[in-house]
C-alpha cells in the first residue's frame, strides 16, 4: 500500500514570494497524482492532477507540480503567492487500478502580507 | 448541479447515541467515499463503495456502517457514537472508467464536510 508524506505541516510565506510543498510517495509502480486545495469550513477541492503524459502540470490560479518517478516526489510550487492561497493542500496517490487514493497529513500554507 | 451534498453540516451527540450522515451526488458517480478529518492526521478513509450495493472498509472502518442502497446516496452510520469519533467527516465520489487507461482514474468530488462533536 502506498503512503504519502508531506514533510512539512506548516508553511509560513510572505505575499509575493514563491513557496514549494512537498510531497513523496512510497511506490514507484505506476501512479496517479493529486494535488487538492482545502480552504476554512470547505471541502477539498483539485487543484491540479498527474495521470500520463508531461511531467510538469499546471494549474489556473499559477500553481505547478513535477512528477518526479526517481525521487518519487510529486512537489507543489507557485513563484509568487498571494493573501488567498491561503489555505491547507493535500497531497494524494493512488495506484493504477486501485481508484482508492492515498492521502497525506496535509500542509497548511500560510501567507503574510 | 449540486456536485456532493451532506446532511447534517453540523451535529452534536452524547455518548451512546445513534445517528447517519447523509451523502448525496448527482454526477452518476460510481465510486463514493467516506473520510474522516482530524487535526494533523489528514484524511483517513472510513469506507467506500464501488457501485450501488457493495461496499468495502477503509482505513479506519471500526465503530462505522455504511449503506448505498441507491448509486446516488451513501450513508455513514454510528450505531454507539463514542468521543473519539468526534470528526470532520468528508463524502466524497468519482467517475471510474473502465477502459484502464490514465484517464480512468479521475479525481474526487468532495461535499463541505459534517462537523459532529461527541460528548
Known amino acids: 500500500a502506498q503512503s504519502v508524506t508531506q514533510l512539512d505541516s506548516q508553511v509560513p510565506v510572505f505575499e509575493e514570494a514563491p513557496v514549494e510543498l512537498r510531497c513523496n510517495y512510497s511506490?514507484?509502480?505506476?501512479?496517479?497524482l493529486f494535488w487538492y486545495v482545502q480552504y476554512p469550513n470547505q471541502g477539498l477541492q483539485l487543484l491540479l492532477k498527474y495521470l500520463s503524459g508531461s511531467t510538469l502540470v499546471k494549474s489556473i490560479n499559477g500553481f505547478e507540480a513535477e512528477f518526479n518517478k526517481s525521487q518519487t516526489s510529486f512537489h507543489l510550487r507557485k513563484p509568487s503567492v498571494h493573501i488567498s492561497d491561503t489555505a491547507e493542500y493535500f497531497c494524494a496517490v493512488s495506484d493504477r487500478g486501485s481508484y482508492i487514493p492515498t492521502f497525506g497529513r496535509g500542509t497548511s500554507l500560510i501567507v503574510h502580507p | 448541479n449540486a456536485g456532493v451534498t451532506q446532511t447534517p453540516k453540523f451535529r452534536v451527540l452524547k455518548t451512546g447515541q445513534s445517528m447517519t450522515l447523509l451523502c448525496a451526488q448527482d454526477m452518476n458517480h460510481e465510486y463514493m467515499y467516506w473520510y474522516r478529518q482530524d487535526p494533523g492526521m489528514g484524511l483517513r478513509l472510513i469506507h467506500y463503495?464501488?457501485?450501488?450495493?457493495?461496499?468495502a472498509k477503509g482505513e479506519v472502518p471500526d465503530g462505522y456502517n455504511v449503506s448505498r442502497l441507491k448509486k446516488q446516496n451513501f450513508l455513514l452510520g454510528l450505531e454507539s457514537a463514542a468521543p473519539s469519533q468526534t470528526s470532520v467527516y468528508f463524502c466524497?465520489?468519482?467517475?471510474?472508467?473502465?477502459?484502464?487507461?490514465?484517464?480512468?482514474?479521475?479525481?474526487?468530488?468532495f461535499g463541505d464536510g459534517t462537523r459532529l462533536s461527541i460528548l
Open positions: 466524497a465520489s468519482s467517475y471510474i472508467s473502465r477502459t484502464g487507461g490514465p484517464d480512468s482514474n479521475q479525481p474526487q468530488h
Open positions: 463503495s464501488v457501485g450501488e450495493g457493495t461496499t
Open positions: 511506490s514507484s509502480v505506476s501512479v496517479y
